[in-house]
């Protein structure tokens, strides 16, 4: 990769993030420490304004676990490497979901295969950004379609045929008539921008649909689609959602 990759590490004891640091720096000298936490608290107030490449995150910690500051984070372009000095329960979801991990005390290969795993991820990322633009100006940017950037990926998408978009943790889930859905590394600000107004309306600040699949507003403030799927709508949307019916 042609730019620094940056990275910010998360620890509430301070030996760990010293020993982290050595280890980064020992074997990935091109990896710049862009920041360091002790208190998570802190990291989630700051890291907006950083948006590192790597996310090193203690799992254990007494403000706020690793997940709960995950979780309050808007980091979707960002690789995350859990450290933990425990192999229980909770490193089970993590390999399910294909996320970097460390177990304390840390052993250099251990470290050298998360971090070159999620190194290999950043590029792949790169690759699948230039291939998006190279699609977007061939197609002119067309509002018929739409170029999704996905982890296998590019998918392309008639925009007639999106019932709905869902934003998920920075993430963008996109739903088809036959149930099938999509996850987009795109968060969903970036869709609204891309699809065209007329066909689409935001009803939540997570929810994105399609008006030809809108088939009633509920007072309990759900949207019910011709699909048979149920969208929460904020209540100042509501008569922007029925004029658009």
Do not use: W
């Not at 030996?15 to 360091?36: C, R």
């Not at 998570?40 to 403000?63: C, G, K, R, Y």
């Not at 190194?119 to 998006?132: H, I, V, Y």
């Not at 392309?156 to 099938?180: A, F, H, Q, S």
């Amino acid at each position: 990769m042609n730019k620094n990759i940056t990275a910010v590490l998360i620890d509430d004891e301070f030996s760990a993030l010293e020993i982290l640091k050595i280890k980064l720096g020992k074997n990935f000298p091109e990896i710049e420490i862009a920041a360091e936490f002790q208190n998570p608290e802190d990291a989630l107030e700051q890291l907006p304004n950083i948006s590192p490449d790597l996310l090193f995150i203690d799992i254990t910690m007494p403000q706020l676990s690793g997940f709960d500051l995950l979780s309050g984070l808007n980091l979707p372009n960002a690789e995350i490497i859990f450290v933990t000095a425990h192999n229980d329960f909770a490193l089970e979801a993590i390999r399910h979901c294909a996320i970097g991990y460390v177990l304390k005390p840390i052993e250099d290969k251990m470290l050298k295969e998360a971090v070159q795993n999620a190194l290999a991820n950043l590029q792949k990322r790169s690759a699948a950004e230039k291939t998006l633009q190279l699609f977007q100006h061939l197609q002119g940017r067309s509002k018929e379609r739409l170029v999704v950037p996905t982890q296998k990926g590019v998918s392309i998408l008639k925009t007639e045929e999106i019932v709905r978009l869902e934003g998920m943790d920075g993430y963008t889930k996109i739903c088809l008539p036959d149930k099938n859905c999509i996850v987009s590394s795109y968060n969903i600000g970036k869709f609204k921008d891309l699809l065209p107004e007329q066909s689409f309306i935001q009803l939540h600040k997570s929810h994105i649909v399609n008006v030809e699949f809108l088939k009633a507003i509920q007072n309990d403030g759900y949207a019910e689609l011709k699909t048979g799927d149920f969208v929460p709508y904020s209540k100042s949307k509501k008569q922007e959602i029925l004029n658009r019916l």
